[in-house]
């Protein structure tokens, strides 16, 4: 058996420990494991794959980032190249992929990546590659899945920061407005809001009304508290409003951000306080992964080459009720796991006086 292992999409910590797991767990039943780099920029070059062996995973589990290097925009079905004049173009380079993985004798591809990755590999499982998945992104933004390897990091980040945010924040008497990532979803924004007591959290499950955060903030001020927390995914819209996308390219998913900046001056304007906004943005994919991304990380890894050993390919390995399970990969392709609006959470977030923007 050979298997290859690839980390798609942005980086999340934990990626190290489910690489780690899945390449032990597999040279231990005495296959051959190498690694595709940069997602999938390795397999175009003349050096497609990394040999993987028990030194070069030796002591990455408690390391951030992926030490087979991440991209954003190697979507193998679309890959972006410039045009002589300056402009974008797109063309499906999949083809390369099948043929490179025929030639060098890969009987499976544990693919670990978001949404996007999931939607790359059920199309790759069209095209008669076996592949087991397993679930990374700090947005928890996978259908059919409790929770993604990376998310519990980004949301102590985020804590943290927010924590720290509010002590200046009182020492001026301001509104600070703390813009997360998590893409179409609220979890980053909603788990650590709610973490933090904040005063407003804004998802993009819920668009909100900037007269009901000024309402709010008139109400905290009137109870003698003189500054506000105000917590916004960078997702988040206003009723009858547009997102905030700061670029977007051929091929590449668009790059959300600046609502953040946005609600500060609206704010500031409205309330006649002084604001200040600022962008936790990659610092949330930064860094040590927590003891729970580590343990779900290693637990998912060695689960996707169990699956394989079983020879139940083309499924997503996932944790549900804190056991792990198999749904097809074909299941959660191209779908966002959003906030449910009946969830206990957000229930929570309004028990506690927490506004979400109405
Ligand atoms: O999907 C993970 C994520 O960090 C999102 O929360 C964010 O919108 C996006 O990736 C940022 O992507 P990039 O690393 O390309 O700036």
Redesign the pocket.
Known sequence: MKIAINTG??D?PGLNAAIKAATIAALRKGWEVVGIQNGYGSIYTDTPFLPLTEESVYGIAMKGGTILGAA?RSNPFEMAYQIKDGTWDTEDRSDVIVNTFREHNIDALVAIG?DGSMFIANKLVKKGIDVVGVPK???NDIVGCDVTLGFDTAVSIATEAIDRIRTTAKSHQRIMVVEV???YAGW?ALHAGLSTSSDVVLIPEIPFSLDAITRKINEIEDTGKKYAIVVVA??AKEKGGELFVRSKKPGQ?E???GIGEHLEKALARKTGKEARSLVLG?L??GGTPSTYDRLISLRFGAAAIRAIDQGDMNKLVVLRENSIRRIPISEVAGKVKNVPLESDTILTATDIGINLGK
């Open positions: 999409g942005g999340a954003n978001g992104t700090i947005d990532m998590g893409r980053i960078e997702g998913a790059v959300l951000g990659h949330q994919r």
